[in-house]
């Protein structure tokens, strides 16, 4: 037997020195009138590269690892774009900083795909002509189901129509060109999903009709969580679209406490995006979230939930919140904690004790939670001024520099600001968060006013609570 088992493992052996390593992947360029002395990221997969930019503005880096095409985040001094690398690109990025969308241009092998991804943020979304276009995500409150529809559909067509315009004239890897089109695909779904979650009934009260939601029907649908762990920006296109569909299932927020309403919800999502990770996570997220806004409704449907998961780890979650839910309740002391602010310095819950707390969880890769931030929340802010009152943010599984980055370029900062980060999620389950962003008003005294509060884009109904809160 020995010497059988020699024999194997010496070809295993054999065979992984055999096996040739990825290519190097190289990413170097020059970024003229850059800032000096700052540094280069690139967010690829679930891991952050650096590198130092020189004096003059160059920088190289180099990947000996990467085995797949991987979408790619880089960003530097506050600016950032989206590349596309590929094992073995030997890509050359130059650019003005002082005008860096507009310029931004590459050479090299892996050019052409990402001077596609450049020319199309500029026109899509950067550029001075991206405001006129029919993006509808600017009109997810103030328009019609007919007309919202309309927007998406000729938006999204453009988009098509661009990407197979320079497909044409140039070397477009067809596995590119796939993800670009199930990326366009979803973000117009996700888009139409959004609409119906921000306006589940018409002025007349009336429900949307279930002809909105023949988008579903589309193929790519059943597609939408394939590359799912391949990259974050992979990730937060499939989690977008899942925030949405949840309300496809569960209009109004809310499971009742009728057992037949648990195979019916399974039987509609398994039907427009099949047994696949879609469709778990989404039925994860409408229990997490009735553990919190609805106890009873969940524990009639985890009924059902348990005959289809698959995944142990989730079933102790579920068991767990479920536990956690007694201990989150209105008079209750909110869990306390202690993390580091923007700053460096250390800031816990007892600190803050004495005032009113409007806790915030949110993250940068969270596109509802950047639109409370950036729309909603510096009026609601402001209407608070100079009183007993504290917005607490913390930033859930961001990478330091990107939050940073974040804070400084869309001035979050401020006087009734308290921005703190938490590198993972361990806090946000201790607090039940299963949705982002999650808020919670926390009293003087430092227990519950509300868990699960209202957002800042619920306007009077955010205010009244807070100004109740004050007066306790």
């Known amino acids: 037997m020995l010497p059988l088992l020699l024999t194997l493992a010496l070809s295993t052996t054999l065979h992984l020195l055999a096996s040739p390593a990825p290519p190097v992947t190289r990413l170097h360029g020059h970024l003229a009138h850059a800032p000096a002395g700052d540094t280069v990221l690139l967010f690829i997969g679930e891991r952050r590269v650096k590198a130092p930019l020189s004096a003059s503005g160059d920088f190289q880096i180099q990947l000996k690892d990467l085995t797949q095409s991987t979408p790619t985040e880089f960003s530097c001094a506050g600016q950032r774009t989206q590349l596309y690398l590929q094992p073995g690109d030997q890509l050359v990025m130059l650019l003005d900083f002082k005008d860096f969308d507009r310029t931004l241009g590459y050479t090299g092998k892996g050019s052409e795909v990402n001077n596609y991804l450049a020319h199309s943020l500029y026109t899509y979304q950067y550029g001075p002509a991206a405001p006129d276009l029919p993006r509808p995500q600017n009109n997810l409150r103030t328009t019609t189901p007919v007309e919202i529809r309309r927007l998406s559909d000729a938006y999204r067509e453009r988009r098509l129509a661009n990407l197979a315009s320079y497909a044409k004239a140039h070397s477009l890897p067809a596995e590119f060109i796939q993800d670009e089109q199930l990326a366009i695909n979803t973000n117009w779904a996700t888009t139409l ?43 937060s296109l499939v989690a977008n679209f899942v925030m949405g569909y949840q309300s496809r299932l569960v209009p109004s927020g809310r499971l009742s406490t009728d057992p037949a309403q648990g195979p019916r919800l399974y039987q509609l999502a398994t039907a427009e995006l099949g047994d696949t990770k879609a469709r778990n996570w989404t039925m994860e997220a409408v229990l997490f979230n009735s553990i919190r806004n609805n106890p009873a409704g969940a524990k009639v449907f985890y009924a059902t939930f348990r005959q289809h998961n698959r995944d142990s780890a989730v079933a102790r979650s579920v068991r767990q919140a479920f536990a956690q839910r007694q201990q989150l309740s209105a008079g209750q002391l909110a869990p306390a904690f202690t993390l580091t602010d923007n700053t460096g310095k250390q800031v816990s819950l007892a600190d803050l004790k004495g005032k009113v707390v409007y806790l915030d969880f949110w993250g940068t890769w969270c596109g509802p939670c950047m639109r409370e931030m950036t729309e909603f929340a510096p009026t609601l802010k402001k209407q608070f001024e100079g009183r007993d009152v504290v917005f607490l943010y913390i930033s859930v599984g961001d990478a330091e520099a990107k939050w940073q980055q974040a804070l400084a370029d869309k001035h979050f900062t401020g006087p009734s600001s308290v921005h703190l980060r ?51």
């Open 193 to 235: 999903l959004m609409y119906a979650t921000m306006n589940p009934t018409s002025a007349a009260g009336e429900p949307l009709p279930e002809a909105y939601y023949s988008f579903l029907k589309e193929p790519f649908v059943k597609q939408v969580s394939r590359h799912w762990g391949r990259s974050l920006i992979d990730n």
């Open 422 to 472: 938490a590198p993972d999620s361990s806090l946000a389950a201790t607090y039940l968060v299963n949705g982002y962003p999650t808020y919670y008003l926390i009293g003087r005294d430092g227990r519950f006013v509300t868990v699960y509060a209202s957002r800042p884009s619920d306007g009077p109904e955010t205010v009244a609570a807070i100004e109740q809160a004050l007066k306790r």
